[in-house]
């Protein structure tokens, strides 16, 4: 099995983000990404992706109703061939049309909080009652930073020192996440929403969350059975793959290099993995395992059913259910999240 690091959920100056496509894949190369996936606000650029300088660049979009008010239901669209913007107004033909396509449409920082002293309002999403949504960026790194920078001290100390500030997703995203995986599968993925704004605070002029540290931060770790070749369809085609089929953890990297997590059942029958089915039966386990010591949760259904530190975590689980890890590591002081993986679907035998 292979596995590939990735950056989904950036912006360039085809919409609101500073960085060009040629600077955009220089910081993916400095952060030695093996893919990035650019999300543009309601446009699909095209000719750009491909691999560029040794980055395989998708091009996907982040759609939303301009008309709306106030600002809501932000979509990232990946795997489409045309653009999609013009079904903004109606969430659910949006997912539709993206679906339609065989693309993969992922809510983007479905829970914001908007403090008075910040660079934007929140833009949470809010049309539940939507189906047919793939997944959900259930860690949003601009969510958080926005939520925290309250204050010009604290929006100051976001900005230059954003690693003391980050602590993991919100817990309401993580419930919403749940809550959809009760329906069905939903595939959860996190993102820097890179934009490499400037701002002006005075004196100050700092870039708020540069490209090159943002991709070094909130990640997605792709599993793979077959590698990445260089050939660019063949590739897109992977990275869709293990996207669509969930077999992906979300990874603060800042706080340690996750390659080499994993999460999957055994038994007697074989191992499964990250976003598969498996009959629950005795002598099932369920084992998670980290590259560095962390706090190691195991939770069903939403609720938290072993918990382990340490590198590993194996457990034998008493009831189907949709299954998955979350690890916190501590830095500066606190505890974070570092991984949060995609379940295992624990059905009951047939
Ligand atoms: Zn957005
Ligand atoms: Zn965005």
Same mark, same amino acid.
């Given at each position: 099995m292979a596995e590939y690091i990735g950056v989904i959920h950036a912006h360039t100056?085809?919409?609101?983000?500073?960085?060009t496509f040629p600077e955009i894949v220089r910081a993916a190369r400095e952060a030695r990404l093996d893919f990035l996936i650019t999300t543009d606000h309601n446009c699909l650029p095209q +000719?750009?992706?491909?691999?560029r300088d040794g980055v395989l660049l998708i091009v996907g979009q982040e759609v939303h109703d301009?008309?709306?008010?106030p600002q809501v239901n932000h979509l990232l669209c990946i +795997?489409?061939?045309?653009?999609?913007?013009?079904?903004?107004?109606s969430p659910q033909r949006l997912v539709d049309a993206v679906n339609a396509q065989g693309g993969l449409a992922f809510i983007a920082h479905p829970v914001e909080f908007a403090p008075s002293y910040t660079l934007e309002p929140a833009i949470p999403w809010v /049309?539940? /009652?939507?189906?047919?949504?793939? +997944?959900?960026?259930?860690?949003?790194y601009m969510s958080e930073f926005k939520a925290h920078a309250t204050g010009l001290a604290r929006g100051a100390q976001a900005a230059y020192w954003p690693t003391s500030v980050i602590i993991g997703p919100f817990p309401e995203a993580l419930a919403r996440w749940d809550e959809m995986l009760r329906r069905g599968p939903v595939v959860a993925i996190g993102g820097p929403?890179?934009?490499g704004w400037k701002v002006r605070r005075g004196p100050l002029n700092p870039t708020i969350l540069p490209y090159p540290f943002l991709f070094r931060a909130v990640r997605t770790h792709l599993l793979t059975?077959?590698?990445?070749? +260089?050939d660019f369809a063949h590739d897109q085609r992977l990275v869709l793959g293990a996207l669509r089929r969930g077999r992906v953890f979300v990874a603060y990297?800042?706080?340690? /290099?996750?390659?080499g997590f994993r999460f999957e059942a055994h038994d007697r029958a074989g191992r499964v993995g990250m976003g598969e089915a498996v009959a629950w039966r005795t002598g099932l386990r369920l084992v998670a395992r980290a590259p560095l010591p962390a706090e190691l949760r195991l939770l069903c259904d939403g609720i938290e059913v072993a918990t382990q530190y340490g590198r590993s975590l194996s457990f034998a689980p008493h009831q189907p259910g949709v299954y998955r890890v979350e690890a916190y590591r501590r830095h500066a002081r606190q505890r974070r999240g570092w991984v949060f993986s995609n379940p295992i679907y624990v059905q009951d035998a047939p």
């Open positions: 100056t085809a919409s609101d983000g500073r960085a +000719g750009e992706a491909g691999y301009e008309a709306r008010e +795997g489409v061939g045309e653009d999609v913007t013009a079904l903004a107004a /049309d539940w /009652d939507v189906v047919g949504v793939h +997944g959900i960026e259930i860690w949003n929403d890179a934009h059975d077959d590698n990445l070749t +260089g990297d800042a706080l340690g /290099d996750a390659t």
